[in-house]
């Protein structure tokens, strides 16, 4: 079995004015490319599929290209809902993608969502639970104390009634942090995420009975505890902060019970986004000047003021 493990994708999603959906097209057509080369049995989509609970007519459109090509290709879709998604929106014809090999969970409804693919090994279990407040959870299970995220997550697992012995992934989009407690911020996360984490903190061993976990939420790709216990991260830098990132996606190969391979396959944008820092003559210098097309974030360090800095910069860097 190999799936390519993909969140966070945020379409429609736009910085500081400059809309990103050519730079998403062109990444999603990767994907595809991949899918196409690889014999990629599934792509599992981790929540967030837009940036907006409202998205653009541009952002459906790409998004429903996606998952046509992906049809065509013949290939198995597992998707779950973030917290930017909306659950009833992102839900729509579900029943009808199912036919197509399209499965959406976008709504907790007291039970975790099981979709099963074959292979030579045998079953393999996929489990998608969309983003969950320990509220929706607690609804369902008055009885079951339920005071935390911690304690929300492990109980819809419990129920879900999943069994160790066979091949499990689950799909996730909620905030897991290992033993040491520590989780890597990419930046472009909403202040929510930094400011409530210690609040909707679940533990990575809520996930010990997967094989594999493919979670969404945080936009800086690391793995969380072990390196089954995944955060795809974003494919595309969303914020200064991640310049530094190198973007990826997981490729993972699932071979008998506990044979688990996991290839991070870099992504290659469009434009980059990357930060300059100096003199604005020196920026400008033609010798300096490279991939003007780049999102470019500028630190002058000019001492001097300089009237109108960015309408001069933009005739280089229109980005």
């Given amino acids: 079995m190999k799936f390519i493990h993909l969140a966070d994708l945020h379409i429609g999603k736009s910085e500081k004015d400059f809309s990103m959906i050519e730079d998403q097209k062109y990444i999603l057509a990767q994907v595809l490319a991949v899918v196409e080369q690889e014999s990629i049995d599934a792509v599992l ?3 967030d599929v837009y ?5 653009s007519e541009d952002a459906v ?4 290209e996606f998952l046509f090509r992906l049809s065509e290709l013949s290939v198995k879709v597992l998707l779950i809902s973030g917290n930017h998604d909306s659950d009833e929106r992102l839900n729509f014809g579900s029943r009808l993608f199912a036919a197509k090999g399209v499965y959406f969970c976008t709504k907790y409804d007291g039970s975790l969502c099981r ?3 074959e292979d030579e090994f045998g079953p393999v279990h996929f489990y998608l639970l969309p983003f969950v407040k320990a509220s929706q959870v607690r609804h369902f299970y008055p009885e079951e104390k339920i005071e935390s995220y911690d304690q929300a997550v492990r109980v819809a ?7 160790p012995r066979e091949r499990n ?5 909620q905030f897991v942090a290992g033993k040491s407690g520590e989780v890597l911020l990419g930046g472009s996360e909403s202040p929510a995420v930094a400011s409530v984490g210690l609040v909707e903190r679940i ?3 809520c996930f010990d009975d997967f094989d594999y976990a493919a979670l969404g939420h945080i936009h800086k790709a690391q793995s969380i505890g072990r390196e089954e216990v995944r955060y795809a991260g974003t494919p595309l830098k969303y914020h200064v902060d991640e ?3 190198e973007k990826s996606m997981p490729i993972v190969t699932m071979g008998k019970k506990g044979d688990v391979q996991i290839e991070l396959r870099p992504f290659r944008p469009l434009r980059d986004m990357r930060s300059l820092k100096g003199r604005l003559k020196q920026l400008l210098a033609a010798e300096n000047v490279r991939k003007p097309e780049d999102y470019i974030f500028v630190t002058l360090t000019d001492e001097d003021i300089i009237s109108d800095a960015m309408s001069i910069f933009r005739q280089v860097y229109p980005n």
Avoid at 51 to 55: K, L, M
Avoid at 61 to 64: A, G, I, L, S, W
Avoid at 169 to 173: G, K, T
């Fill in 45 to 47: 989509v981790s929540g």
């Fill in 243 to 245: 310049v530094g990132d």
């Fill in 115 to 117: 979709q099963t693919l």
């Fill in 61 to 64: 459109r790409v998004f429903d």
């Fill in 51 to 55: 940036d907006r609970t409202v998205p």
């Fill in 169 to 173: 992934v689950i799909l996730a989009h």
């Fill in 203 to 205: 533990g990575c061993d």
């Fill in 157 to 163: 697992i419990a129920k879900g009634k999943v069994d």
